[in-house]
């Protein structure tokens, strides 16, 4: 029997082809030699949650991460607005991947949160089921290419031990002031973390729906990408974050205990 056709996750259309997680433009910019990529679900790094998670999970793929295409997108979306977003931030993002300094004005800013933003879209969609993202932020960023003010994005540089890695971590969560009116599951995620590592770049990528107020991290030196600040970024004087401080961040959350 043939497997039932899927709809595409953004538009709800037919004809699914396979679309990259990160853009493959990216991949010719600083291409990746690794063999194989490992995506895994394996609880917390730096501390023992006692809060129910998903079960674990792993996947072994060939080839790098950078390659990865899952087939949950059509054609047209694909080819048309999700292609074009990715376009117009290929020069702000560029001397970001390299490392070479640059000058992030308004626009450059805008175009880089919108990538950043269909990234992070891209990558819940394999997250094995946690979802935190309504189909109306979807909706949003197809019409609208700019994130709405339920995104927060930062950036810094990566200078880990790969320098032409493309990597990333999601964590999504249940928020709520009022836990006796909180339905639990994976369906039901409200909030979640993304952090996206490329060459030299590091993202820390922050969705919420129910925290509109969330103040950011005030003991953390980073760099402010969404909403923008009104000013030009100088990438020369971007924070460098090491692999283990990376990790320390994207659970900061949920280690001092805010995710329910």
């Known amino acids: 029997m043939a497997k039932p056709a899927g709809k595409c996750a953004f538009c709800g259309g037919p004809r699914l082809t396979k679309g990259h997680i990160w853009p493959d433009s990216f991949g010719k910019i600083i291409p990746s030699d690794a063999r194989y990529h490992e995506q895994k679900i394996d609880g917390f790094v730096t501390f023992e949650s006692d809060i129910p998670g998903p079960p674990k999970w792993e996947r072994v793929g060939t080839g790098p991460l950078q390659k990865r295409r899952p087939r949950n997108t059509c054609a047209k979306c694909n080819t048309g607005w999700m292609s074009k977003i990715e376009e117009a931030a290929l020069p702000a993002i560029k001397p970001l991947l390299v490392g070479e300094r640059t000058f992030l004005d308004l626009s450059s800013q805008q175009k880089l949160a919108s990538v950043l933003t269909l990234i992070s879209m891209r990558v819940e969609l394999i997250a094995y089921g946690m979802r935190s993202i309504p189909k109306s932020e979807k909706d949003e960023l197809r019409k609208n290419p700019l994130p709405t003010p339920n995104w927060r994005i930062w950036i810094a540089r990566h200078a880990g031990k790969d320098l032409k890695d493309f990597r990333f ?85 949920s280690r001092n205990g805010k995710a329910q």
Not at 178 to 185: A, C, E, I, P, Y
Not at 210 to 219: A, Q, S, T
Not at 222 to 243: A, C, E, M, N, V
Request: aromatic residues 12%.
């Open 169 to 253: 971590r999601f964590t999504a969560m249940q928020v709520a002031s009022d836990k006796s009116t909180l339905m639990r599951g994976p369906e039901h995620c409200n909030t979640h973390i993304t952090s996206l590592i490329a060459g030299q770049l590091y993202v820390h990528v922050f969705f919420s729906t129910v925290w509109p107020e969330f103040p950011g991290y005030p003991d953390v030196s980073l760099i402010k990408l969404w909403p923008p600040s009104g000013f030009d970024i100088d990438t020369g004087l971007l924070p460098s974050f090491s692999d283990e401080a990376e990790i320390r961040l994207h659970e900061t959350i």
